[in-house]
């Protein structure tokens, strides 16, 4: 499911550098480059409270949003907002106008979602390798993350992004054998070692299940 419309009204702005931009936040104002797609960029300022409510309800590093300017809705992609180092309010925002006829390329978060069998009955211990991957889909198409439900997995099992089925809007470019999750055994992590006998790096660790609550527990019965 796709991200709802995401509406921001701007006006222009012919004032730059620091100085002006200081009294554009004094104001209320926040200000605004727009980079489009025929090259050149439009100076804008959006209005600091309105924008900073929208950031409360999406999180998406790859927000579309219809710009509001003059009259005409331009489609555009959150490039980037800086942030005041002392205060963490926005200070600056730049966005990039897209046409949406074209698909783009974009990196997307994979979020897991259930409780593998393996960890539930089998003890064993989830770990996501991979967190976002890569697609190719029309901007209006993006959305906030794609939920993969991993509560089937069993131990000793693997997802790979061959694995994900994310729908016909989306060509994934992501590697089809990297892994995105796998559950194992509490002993196969521990005995983990590199090719030349050192502890191998390991990814970060969801969950574990019963068999690793405590030290010397007894194992679950079946």
């Known amino acids: 499911m796709a991200n709802e419309q995401i509406i921001l009204n701007a006006e222009p702005r012919t004032e730059q550098g620091s100085a002006a931009a200081g009294r554009l936040r004094r104001a209320g104002s926040l200000p605004a480059a727009v980079n489009r797609i025929g090259g050149d960029t439009t100076l804008v300022k959006l209005n600091t409270h309105a924008f900073q409510l929208m950031l409360r ?11 509001e300017l003059e009259g005409a809705a331009i489609p555009a992609l959150l490039r980037e907002i800086q942030y005041d180092v002392i205060t963490g309010k926005p200070i600056h925002v730049d966005l990039g106008e ?17 409780e593998p069998e393996g960890v539930k009955i089998g003890g064993g211990i989830l770990a996501q390798m991979l967190r976002e991957v890569e697609v190719e889909c029309l901007p209006a198409d993006i959305v906030e993350g794609f939920d993969v439900d991993i509560s089937g997995m069993k131990l000793g099992q693997s997802l790979f992004v061959r694995d994900l089925n994310l729908g016909a ?3 994934v470019l992501t590697g089809k054998e990297q892994v995105v999750a796998t559950v194992s055994a509490p002993e196969e992590e521990a005995g983990a070692t590199a090719a030349d006998g050192t502890p191998a790096a390991t990814p970060e660790v969801i969950t574990k299940g019963k068999k690793d609550e405590a030290a010397g527990a007894a194992p679950a019965k079946k």
């Open 57 to 67: 309800h999406h999180t998406s590093k790859n927000m579309l949003v219809s710009l």
């Open 98 to 114: 897209v046409s949406l006829s074209k698909k783009i390329r974009v990196s997307l978060p994979v979020r897991l979602a259930g």
């Open 169 to 171: 809007a989306y060509t």
